[in-house]
């Protein structure tokens, strides 16, 4: 029954406490980022484009603008720079009025509105961009058989139904009988305002219900995803799989480096479990990257891009995991990288919009490194812009947790016995 003395044990008590903590936090932390969906989705930017400069198109804009259920609508800008936007994952929608749509309004013939989506995007933004294409639809359609919408329709065509009017009782025999009679012909030209009034509303209310059954959306994808759900997981599965692998090694490193240092030396230890993490990151990604061609399809240029892009990014995970490690003394710095690493796959943009997180989500997505290993795996598989930048800011990332870790060495460990958590890797 000596075995039993084991509960003496500071880390036995640890371990238990670090296994019931994760089935917390995995309910605690990944949950309340769902919340706020789908009426989080409002936050999502969404750009309006009226090519069309006539009262009809500037209407039609107008009313979309105040019906649509986005808090955030950019209407100045040109379809170039929101192309630009849209594949840089900074708005969600691209809802564009041709030029032509007036004249086609008032011919009679379909009215077209052009969609434009980045398939490359998280899960729910994907499930998301048809119901928000037949929501703006549907709102184009309600918004022109409003009385606003007649109005105006009956503001357009009233002048060119009077001058049609005018015209046609001018070249009449009646008008040159009349003309004799001003009298009559006062009536007679009272009596054709009140009819030209009376066929503008009746075309404005045709116009009106033609065009709301006439709206037909025009779909224009970019960075089109395979259809199979599991290429849009692929992004978020080995960045998952990298992060907690690099997360088990950096602090397991970091025990060593506790126990260790009485040996070789503070520094020479500290340099050596750095060297260890650098080479892990440029094996790990040949591993991964190899594991995830064989289960999904594409091209050899992919794959040695995001071969050297895991090798930065794993290398940036090993120094944030080792940074944070190194600061709460190895093991114990788990109570707080699990819930960390947790956050992190729900803010990594793949299943839930980066624009649709709130306050606290948003803010780990910036300040952790998943959003943008992510990110970029996304945009190096199926398409996105400015994958540079985030290699420049994992690179920016793991330069400050370097520094950190090399801060907290220096000012923490001067003891010159093993004690604690260092006696069992001394």
């Given at each position: ?322 940074a944070i490690a190194i600061i709460f003394a190895g093991l ?95």
């Open positions: 029954m000596k075995g039993f003395t084991i509960f003496k044990q500071p880390f036995v008590w640890l371990f238990m406490i670090i296994a019931i903590l994760c089935s917390v936090f995995f309910s605690a932390c990944l949950l309340p980022a769902f919340h706020d969906l789908p009426s989080q989705t409002d936050q999502i930017p969404v750009a309006i484009i009226n090519q069309d400069s006539s009262k009809v198109g500037k209407t039609v804009a107008n009313q979309l603008t105040g019906h649509l259920p986005f808090k955030h609508i950019h209407t100045g800008q040109s379809l170039t720079t929101s192309k630009r936007l849209l594949n840089n994952r900074q708005i969600g929608l691209i809802i564009r009025i041709p030029a032509t749509f007036s004249k086609d309004v008032m011919a009679g013939k379909t009215a077209h509105i052009h969609y434009y989506i980045n398939n490359a995007n998280g899960l729910v933004q994907n499930n998301m961009n048809k119901a928000l294409i037949s929501n703006a639809t549907n709102t184009i359609a309600d918004s022109v058989t409003t009385s606003k919408a007649k109005g105006m329709f009956a503001k357009v065509l009233g002048p060119q139904i009077a001058t049609a009017a005018q015209q046609k009782f001018a070249t009449s025999p009646a008008a040159a009988h009349l003309a004799q009679n001003p009298q009559a012909m006062a009536a007679a030209k009272q009596q054709m305002a009140a009819k030209v009034k009376q066929n503008t509303i009746a075309v404005a209310n045709k116009m009106s219900r033609s065009l709301a059954i006439g709206v037909m959306p025009i779909t224009h994808t970019s960075n089109t995803l395979p259809s199979r759900t599991s290429y849009q997981m692929a992004p978020m599965t080995i960045q998952m799989g990298t992060y907690l692998g690099t997360l088990l090694m950096s602090v397991l490193l970091v025990a060593l480096f506790m126990g260790k240092r009485f040996t070789f030396g503070k520094w020479s230890t500290f340099l050596a479990t750095q060297c260890a993490g650098g080479i892990a990151a440029l094996i790990l990604p040949f591993a991964s990257v190899t594991t995830l061609r064989l289960l999904i399809s594409f091209s050899g240029i992919a794959y040695w891009q995001l071969l050297g892009f895991n090798m930065i990014s794993t290398l940036t995970i090993f120094e944030f995991t080792y114990p710095s788990m109570l707080l990288q699990i819930p960390l690493f947790i956050l992190q796959v729900v803010t990594g943009g793949i299943i839930v919009p980066h624009l649709a997180l709130n306050g606290f989500y948003s803010f780990i997505a910036n300040a952790t490194p998943m959003y943008a290993a992510m990110t970029g795996t996304q945009n190096i598989l199926f398409g996105g812009g400015q994958t540079g930048d985030l290699v420049i800011a994992l690179i920016w990332f793991a330069l400050f947790s370097f520094v950190i870790a090399v801060v907290a060495a220096a000012i923490g460990f001067k003891s010159t016995t093993p004690s604690g958590p260092a006696k069992i890797f001394a």
